[in-house]
T-cell receptor, first 111, second 114 residues
Framework: EAQVTQNPRYLITVTGKKLTVTCSQN?????MSWYRQDPGLGLRQIYY???????DKGDVPEGYKVSRKEKRNFPLILESPSPNQTSLYFC??????????FGSGTRLTVV | AQSVTQPDIHITVSEGASLELRCNYS??????LFWYVQSPGQGLQLLLK??????LVQGIKGFEAEFKRSQSSFNLRKPSVHWSDAAEYFC????????????FGAGTILRVKS
């Protein structure tokens, strides 16, 4: 089954403790992206990657890092999380004319 | 840059009634347009998309949307709503010069009353 897999689904952490949210897709897509969803704001792009070793900032990149060492994986790294990064995060890969395929989301709470 | 407006934050309709969710975009040429649905606690599922051609597009679950260039709109419609349609709906716009980036509206929460 074609899918984007994110882990974990839920995460509660403390301010300043580094964390990584993993994302993997099995569709051989070149383009992958991370979005965060906040009430009243919809989804906003954090980072994207057009292919292996090619990443770039989206609209809200501050406080985040990404890497793309393999085509299938695109982890999101929060080196020093802060409470304003409490959000619902989605990884997505671009299926061409099919638009995005989204992961199930990661609900992050930073206390 | 492209932008999307969904004017209605919440909409409540009776089961069996018709539905129209509004979406307006800002972009100079013809964009790519999408509607996604998000059920509580779930990810986003693609309902339908418009890239070019016929301006009335059919999607899954009985939804359709019409692209109107003159009004910069891409409204989502369903003739008869079912209780299972209660969810949050997102309109999104993309454009060739921005690669595969989609800009999303703030979402419309649909409530269905029996």
């Amino acid at each position: 089954e074609a899918q984007v897999t994110q882990n974990p689904r839920y995460l509660i952490t403390v301010t300043g403790k580094k964390l990584t949210v993993t994302c993997s897709q099995n569709m051989n897509h070149e383009y992958m992206s991370w979005y965060r969803q906040d009430p009243g704001l919809g989804l906003r792009q954090i980072y994207y990657s057009m292919n292996v070793e090619v990443t770039d900032k989206g609209d809200v990149p501050e406080g985040y890092k990404v890497s793309r060492k393999e085509k299938r994986n695109f982890p999101l790294i929060l080196e020093s999380p802060s409470p304003n990064q409490t959000s619902l995060y989605f990884c997505a890969s671009w299926a061409g004319a099919g638009g995005y395929t989204f992961g199930s989301g990661t609900r992050l709470t930073v206390v | 840059a492209q932008s999307v407006t969904q004017p209605d934050i919440h909409i409540t309709v009776s089961e069996g009634a018709s539905l129209e969710l509004r979406c307006n975009y800002s972009y100079g040429a013809t964009p790519y347009l999408f509607w996604y649905v998000q059920s509580p606690g779930q990810g986003l599922q693609l309902l339908l998309k418009y890239f070019s051609g016929d301006t009335l597009v059919q999607g899954i679950k009985g939804f359709e949307a019409e692209f109107k260039r003159s009004q910069s709109s891409f409204n989502l419609r369903k003739p008869s709503v079912h209780w299972s349609d209660a969810a949050e709906y997102f309109c999104a716009v993309g454009a060739p010069e921005y690669g595969n980036k989609l800009v999303f509206g703030a979402g419309t929460i649909l409530r269905v009353k029996s």
